[in-house]
């Protein structure tokens, strides 16, 4: 307990650090952070204003889609925001930089550090703005508000900050060996939570069937969002499996950091 | 991406032979791009699963609609096939480039060359475009034909243009980063300030989605600006949905950015140098 406090302290400090240098140049901050929004904004924006002229996307609401697409982001840039140290560029260019080595030198854990060491405070305005979208699509999609409703929403939030952490774990200790599969990661990372922000019965079966029984990411939100809609669940899953599907997303997290220990065990500097 | 390219060699250059080296250095710029055929793979691998989610999105939008604002549900697969081969060659993720090397004060040495800045930059830049197109744009139209199958440009004069359109696209697009890299010459801020440009780009220029699915008065905004010119002029001349006399005018208006951004470039970086002389840079 005590040694969880000790850490806990250690990484509060660590963030502090990152926060006051971050905050030196303010304009550059601002601007960052506006850059950073406007991107969610614009991705946003293209779905939200192009839905009028369509009617609805494969039979969602505005509102339903936005429920998904709300969540999905809302939980990624919290994710980023907790796990950037691990996403594969920041983590290579430490390796490759040798700089990776000096944290092993440091008397503070090695996992703590990383967690600590890209802590993006720019991306703070995104996260309201992802909370904005989330909270429109729960006023404007037909869910019954009630204690369970809040429950399995809150849990699909932490389902995937834990599954696209697992994912950033994974792409980040690839890099111990090649930095070259890189790009591929954010096919699973970026392109996951692009695929899972919108309904996933758009996709051709194939596509949809690796994604929910291969790599599970049908289970973090979209699942969750049919039974709250009161639809049926696809090629006939039962329903407790949309109640059990957070669950995926912490299993994916703890078999990343199984990974991660093999990877700094194999990992033995640059020589630089 | 990298560092400066070497200055060519076998000799030196010139200022008679004007054209030389700005040649060799998008010669340069092309070979360049070959250099890790491992990682462009992944990126093309990456770019066509992002490919194959937009194209559900777009078919989903059209449901059993046949025709939405002059696309079919095959043009807007073809859209989406055009910008995504585009995106390395035209750099609309974002570019850097000049800025880091205003900021690390290696520009001193670009001011050596016997080349313009402007031209030496445009130079480099073609050269790295054309290799992406090549690597990376022509694998991705290869892929999206085989997949959904692409709808081509109809004849001789069509193509004639959408190639005269790609180049100003890439011309217009290149002046614009440049323009956007200039901000470093004022500011330690500039790349917080280009990310926030690129975002605008990716929505402006209808990357993100085209331009013609958007409401009246948001399009008529858009019109005002050189964005559209940047990639939406180009997917809408190739599908077809601009044609005729409307083409030649999309042309001209593409041409008119273009000329308008090399002169806001040229004033904007001889106050920029004139700034770093003050500076003592």
């Given at each position: 307990?005590?040694?969880?406090?000790?850490?806990?302290?250690?990484y509060l400090?660590l963030l502090g650090?990152q926060i006051?240098?971050q905050?030196?140049?303010?304009?550059?901050f601002?601007?960052d952070a506006?850059?950073s929004l406007?991107i969610t904004?614009?991705?946003?924006?293209?779905?939200?204003?192009?839905?009028?002229?369509?009617?609805?996307?494969?039979?969602?609401?505005?509102?339903?889609?936005?429920?998904?697409?709300?969540?999905?982001e809302l939980a990624f840039v919290l994710m980023d925001i907790l796990f950037g140290g691990f996403d594969?560029?920041n983590?290579?260019?430490?390796?490759?930089?040798?700089?990776?080595?000096?944290?092993?030198?440091?008397?503070?854990?090695?996992?703590?550090?990383v967690f600590a060491s890209d802590f993006a405070l720019r991306r703070l305005p995104r996260v309201l703005l992802a909370a904005?979208?989330?909270?429109?699509?729960?006023?404007?999609?037909?869910?019954?508000?009630?204690?369970?409703?809040?429950?399995?929403?809150?849990?699909?939030v932490l389902?995937m900050i834990c599954?696209f952490g697992?994912?950033f774990v994974?792409?980040?200790?690839?890099?111990?060996?090649?930095?070259?599969?890189?790009?591929?990661?954010?096919?699973?990372t970026?392109?996951?939570r692009?695929?899972?922000?919108?309904?996933?019965?758009?996709?051709?079966?194939?596509?949809?069937?690796?994604?929910?029984?291969?790599?599970?990411?049908?289970?973090?939100?979209?699942?969750?969002?049919?039974?709250?809609?009161?639809?049926?669940?696809?090629?006939?899953?039962?329903?407790?499996?949309?109640?059990?599907?957070?669950?995926?997303?912490?299993?994916?997290?703890?078999?990343?950091?199984?990974?991660?220990?093999?990877?700094?065990?194999?990992?033995?500097?640059?020589?630089? | 991406?990298?560092?400066?390219?070497?200055?060519?060699?076998?000799?030196?250059?010139?200022?008679?032979?004007?054209?030389?080296?700005?040649?060799?250095?998008?010669?340069?710029?092309?070979?360049?791009?070959?250099?890790?055929?491992?990682?462009?793979?992944?990126?093309?691998?990456?770019?066509?699963?992002?490919?194959?989610?937009?194209?559900?999105?777009?078919?989903?939008?059209?449901?059993?609609?046949?025709?939405?604002?002059?696309?079919?549900?095959?043009?807007?697969?073809?859209?989406?096939?055009?910008?995504?081969?585009?995106?390395?060659?035209?750099?609309?993720?974002?570019?850097?480039?000049?800025?880091?090397?205003?900021?690390?004060?290696?520009?001193?040495?670009?001011?050596?060359?016997?080349?313009?800045?402007?031209?030496?930059?445009?130079?480099?830049?073609?050269?790295?475009?054309?290799?992406?197109?090549?690597?990376?744009?022509?694998?991705?139209?290869?892929?999206?034909?085989?997949?959904?199958?692409?709808?081509?440009?109809?004849?001789?004069?069509?193509?004639?243009?959408?190639?005269?359109?790609?180049?100003?696209?890439?011309?217009?697009?290149?002046?614009?980063?440049?323009?956007?890299?200039?901000?470093?010459?004022?500011?330690?801020?500039?790349?917080?300030?280009?990310?926030?440009?690129?975002?605008?780009?990716?929505?402006?220029?209808?990357?993100?989605?085209?331009?013609?699915?958007?409401?009246?008065?948001?399009?008529?905004?858009?019109?005002?600006?050189?964005?559209?010119?940047?990639?939406?002029?180009?997917?809408?001349?190739?599908?077809?949905?601009?044609?005729?006399?409307?083409?030649?005018?999309?042309?001209?208006?593409?041409?008119?950015?273009?000329?308008?951004?090399?002169?806001?470039?040229?004033?904007?970086?001889?106050?920029?140098?004139?700034?770093?002389?003050?500076?003592?840079?």
């Open positions: 307990m005590d040694n969880l406090r000790h850490h806990l302290t250690l400090r650090a006051r240098s905050g030196a140049h303010r304009t550059s601002i601007l506006l850059g406007l904004a614009a991705e946003f924006a293209a779905l939200a204003l192009v839905l009028p002229r369509f009617g609805g996307l494969g039979g969602w609401t505005l509102g339903e889609i936005c429920l998904l697409y709300g969540l999905a594969a560029p983590l290579s260019a430490h390796v490759r930089s040798g700089s990776f080595s000096t944290f092993l030198l440091r008397p503070a854990p090695l996992t703590l550090q904005a979208i989330a909270a429109y699509g729960l006023l404007h999609a037909p869910l019954a508000a009630g204690p369970e409703t809040a429950a399995l929403l809150t849990a699909a389902g599954f697992g994912l994974i792409g980040g200790t690839l890099t111990f060996w090649t930095v070259d599969s890189v790009e591929a990661m954010n096919a699973l970026y392109g996951g692009t695929l899972i922000s919108y309904p996933m019965d758009i996709y051709s079966a194939w596509l949809r069937r690796t994604f929910t029984y291969l790599i599970p990411a049908a289970f973090l939100s979209y699942l969750p969002a049919l039974h709250l809609l009161g639809r049926p669940l696809p090629d006939g899953l039962p329903d407790w499996a949309a109640l059990i599907g957070p669950l995926a997303g912490p299993l994916v997290l703890a078999g990343a950091f199984v990974f991660w220990r093999v990877g700094v065990r194999h990992y033995q500097g640059t020589g630089t | 991406m990298t560092t400066m390219p070497a200055p060519p060699t076998g000799g030196p250059v010139s200022r008679r032979s004007s054209l030389a080296l700005p040649l060799a250095v998008a010669r340069l710029g092309f070979q360049r791009q070959f250099a890790y055929p491992q990682a462009a793979l992944w990126g093309l691998i990456t770019n066509s699963f992002f490919g194959l989610l937009r194209v559900a999105v777009l078919l989903a939008l059209f449901g059993t609609r046949p025709q939405v604002a002059g696309y079919t549900p095959q043009d807007a697969i073809t859209y989406t096939g055009l910008t995504q081969a585009f995106i390395m060659a035209f750099s609309l993720f974002g570019w850097f480039d000049f800025m880091r090397v205003i900021h690390r004060g290696e520009v001193t040495a670009d001011l050596l060359r016997p080349a313009s800045l402007l031209v030496f930059w445009a130079a480099q830049d073609a050269g790295r475009a054309l290799g992406q197109l090549v690597l990376r744009g022509l694998p991705m139209l290869a892929i999206f034909q085989v997949i959904w199958g692409l709808n081509w440009p109809p004849g001789p004069l069509a193509w004639a243009q959408v190639t005269l359109s790609v180049l100003l696209a890439w011309a217009c697009g290149f002046l614009f980063r440049f323009l956007v890299n200039c901000a470093a010459f004022w500011s330690p801020d500039a790349v917080g300030f280009g990310r926030f440009a690129w975002a605008v780009l990716g929505l402006g220029c209808g990357f993100l989605m085209p331009l013609a699915f958007f409401p009246e008065g948001f399009r008529a905004v858009l019109a005002r600006t050189p964005f559209p010119g940047m990639l939406n002029t180009t997917v809408e001349l190739w599908v077809g949905v601009t044609s005729g006399p409307a083409a030649w005018a999309a042309l001209g208006t593409q041409l008119a950015w273009t000329v308008a951004l090399l002169l806001a470039c040229r004033v904007t970086l001889r106050a920029g140098l004139r700034r770093l002389e003050v500076a003592g840079g």
